[in-house]
Structure formats: structure tokens, C-alpha cells
């Protein structure tokens, strides 16, 4: 699985750097494209010509050394990455990302992927034992990231128990084993809308809402990420998204988006309707820009048809789910949409909670099934709360308690 993958090996300052060597020697020879981000006091351990000679790449260790002036070093780092590993991982390091510090390259670079962030911690027993480390772990295992548990053993500091870092076979076999279980949705063709609609009063002026499609987009490529087959209809929005298993159909009104999600229903194992579909449209939609004039003005609205109903109604085999953005009584809407537009789960978010909703880099929600159990999401990235719903309609739809 780790064949020409692209990873981030994040080094940071304890005795068990040595270890971290061998872990880029062997992912090397896997095949995988490593690249070692060290902190300064991992430096102190093994020097960054070791990396580099190991892994033939340059190391970098300095957020102002910036190799490249057309690109910014720790933003380009944390785009290119697929998977990124933190290895020894430190008290200091896991903490400053439980706490979004971000004053070094590594920390620097780790807040700003988006790719699965795997830490192997290494530290004397009665500090990975301590109230503060435990939570700063806990924290960041809400936020989707993933630990690997350390060994028991002889410390380098003298004691005996947990806190030693974990071989890098076994580091490698772990990150190997969940990455073939995100290929859980491998086989399975999914339809996913998202963004806003826009509908227009005359060429200049439309009506739409602050969706910006982020929540949809990142259901598609988490969806993509795991194996599935992927059709996006969004809206309009400044978003790009590149995948081979992920094909685009844009659309502007809420009529287009009805009959594009209508046309491509059939034959879908999963239907995610994640759009912020407008519910009225102008009767009248004039040619000519209209004219200011004094006084106000009334623009007569007409229902949109509901896609999410029509959908319903024409289910088979489909896993149909829907949104809810609320602003009162998110759980009470959300079921009374969830029977009536007859769907197998909701998503229900409150939009006026601050970390979710529109516009946004993250979201708080909580997950309904058709028998009525509930999941509270946390706040993480909306990616993260898209791989998240994936565990959770899987779980569904293999009739899993949840």
C-alpha cells in the first residue's frame, strides 16, 4: 500500500531518532517518496545529512529556508504529502498540535496537511502516563488523527514500561493495515451535490446563500480516497478538485441540479445530497437588468422542486442521506426531514454554532439513521467529519449497531 506514496516523515527531538533513520531507510525501499521534516533538537540526535542520504531528498529543518522562491516551503510540503508520520513523536510535538502552535517547520507543516496524520509517540513512561499528555492525545484523536501505540520495554532513561518507540516494521505494517481499510468503499458508486445554487433575477443580480461546497467536496474526495467511484454535481463555486475517481458535472440553478442528480440516481450504492439548494426562484426572470427606481420593490418567489423528496421516492437500493443546516432545534428538524423525505440518515448541523457551517474549514454535526440512532461528530476538519459519515453509513449499511 505504500508503494509510490508520497510521505512526510516529521523527526522530532528524543533518543529514539536513531529509530526514525531506519523507519526512511525501509519506507525507501518500499518505494515510497519520503521526504524528513526534523525540529531542531532532533538534529542534535542524528544530523539531516543522514536523512537526506537515506531518503535522497533534501531535509529540512528551518520554516525560513525556503528552497524554492516560486513556492512556500511548508505549504507545498503539506499539499504534497499523501501520508504524513510523526516519528519518535515527543510530549512538546503532540501537544503543540493538540493546541494549533504552530512555531517550528514540523508543526508548521503538520497543522497545514490535509493528508492522514499518523503519530508514534516515544517518551518516558511516567510522562505518556501524565493527565496532560493523555488528553493532548485524546484531542487529537478527535480530530481523525492516528497514534501508534508505543512498545513496553527498556527506556533510555533507565525505567521499564510503555513509552518506547515502536519498530519501524511494525509502524509501517500498522500504517499499512489502515490504509487498506480505507478502501472500504472500493466497488461502490456514489453521488454526492454540493456548493450553493444561483438563481438569477436578471444577467446581473441572482439569489444564492453562503454555501461554499467545501462540506460536498470533501465528501467526494474522502469518498474517492477510499475507493469508491464518484459523481459531484456542485453548484457554482471556486473550489477545484482533481481525482480520477471523481467526475464533475457543474451546474448553476436548482432546476439543473434536480435534473442532474434525477439523471444520474440510478445505479448508486450511495446518494449523498450535501447542496444548499435554494427553495424559491423568482417567477419571472427579466432579460434587461432592472432599473432602480424609487421606492421598494417586490420580487414574487415561486417554489423549487425538492430534490431531496424526489430522490426518496424513487429509492431502491440506494443509501440516501441528507443534510440539515439548522439555525433552532436542529435534532427536531432533522428528524422530521429524515421521515418525511424518506432517507436512511441525516446529517444535522447547527449553522449558527461557531466551527460549523458555511464558509468554514470546519464543521460540528451529528449523524441519524432511519431507526433513529444518533453519532456526535466533534469538531474537525470537514474532512475529517466526511470520513467519519463514511464509517458510519457503512456501518449502516452492513446492519451494525452503531
Not at 23 to 44: F, I
Not at 61 to 84: G, M, Q, R, S, Y
Not at 285 to 308: C, P, Q, Y
Request: with cysteine; hydrophobic share 40%; charged share 25%.
Amino acid at each position: 500500500m505504500l508503494n509510490q506514496k508520497k510521505i512526510l516523515l516529521g523527526v522530532s527531538g528524543g533518543i529514539a531518532v536513531y529509530k526514525a533513520s531506519a523507519l526512511a531507510s525501509k519506507l525507501t525501499q518500499l518505494g515510497a517518496e519520503v521526504k524528513v521534516l526534523m525540529t531542531e533538537n532532533a538534529a542534535e540526535f542524528v544530523t539531516p545529512l543522514t536523512f537526506q542520504a537515506l531518503t535522497r531528498n533534501p531535509v529540512y529543518t528551518d520554516t525560513f529556508d525556503e528552497k524554492n522562491p516560486k513556492k512556500i516551503a511548508h505549504i507545498d510540503l503539506a499539499d504534497w504529502a499523501d501520508i504524513a508520520i510523526i516519528a519518535p513523536a515527543t510530549a512538546n510535538i503532540i501537544s503543540k498540535l493538540a493546541h494549533g502552535q504552530a512555531d517550528d517547520m514540523l508543526s508548521t507543516t503538520m497543522l497545514a496537511t490535509q493528508a492522514d496524520v499518523y503519530i508514534a509517540p516515544a517518551m518516558n513512561v511516567h510522562m505518556y502516563e501524565h493527565p496532560a499528555v493523555i488528553q493532548n492525545m485524546k484531542q487529537l484523536e478527535n480530530w481523525g488523527y492516528h497514534f501508534i501505540e508505543p512498545g513496553d520495554g527498556y527506556l533510555a532513561c533507565g525505567y521499564v514500561g510503555r513509552g518506547r518507540l515502536e519498530e519501524p516494521a511494525e509502524i509501517i505494517s500498522a500504517i499499512d493495515r489502515h490504509q487498506q481499510k480505507d478502501l472500504d468503499l472500493q466497488g461502490k458508486k456514489i453521488l454526492i451535490s454540493a456548493g450553493p445554487t444561483k438563481e438569477m433575477i436578471d444577467p446581473v443580480r441572482f439569489f444564492s446563500n453562503r454555501s461554499s461546497g467545501k462540506m460536498g467536496f470533501a465528501l467526494a474526495e474522502a469518498a474517492a480516497e477510499r475507493g469508491a467511484e464518484v459523481t459531484l454535481v456542485t453548484g457554482p463555486v471556486s473550489i477545484d478538485i482533481r481525482h480520477p475517481l471523481i467526475r464533475r458535472i457543474d451546474v448553476v440553478s436548482a432546476q439543473e441540479m434536480y435534473d442532474a442528480m434525477n439523471e444520474q440516481f440510478a445505479g448508486k450504492d450511495i446518494v449523498i445530497k450535501a447542496a444548499a439548494v435554494a427553495d424559491y426562484r423568482p417567477k419571472e426572470v427579466h432579460t434587461s437588468k432592472m432599473k432602480k427606481k424609487d421606492g421598494d420593490d417586490v420580487i414574487a418567489l415561486e417554489r423549487t422542486e425538492d430534490i431531496l423528496k424526489s430522490l426518496g421516492e424513487r429509492k431502491e437500493n440506494q443509501f440516501l442521506v441528507g443534510f440539515a443546516a439548522e439555525t433552532d432545534s436542529p435534532i427536531e428538524y432533522g428528524l422530521g426531514k429524515l421521515k418525511k423525505k424518506n432517507l436512511d440518515a441525516i446529517v444535522v448541523n447547527d449553522v449558527s454554532r461557531a466551527g460549523a457551517g458555511f464558509e468554514g474549514d470546519t464543521n460540528i454535526a451529528t449523524y441519524i439513521n432511519k431507526l433513529g440512532s444518533q453519532i456526535d461528530l466533534q469538531q474537525a476538519t470537514k474532512k475529517q467529519i466526511a470520513m467519519q459519515l463514511f464509517d458510519c453509513i457503512l456501518r449502516d449499511m452492513k446492519d451494525d449497531p452503531i
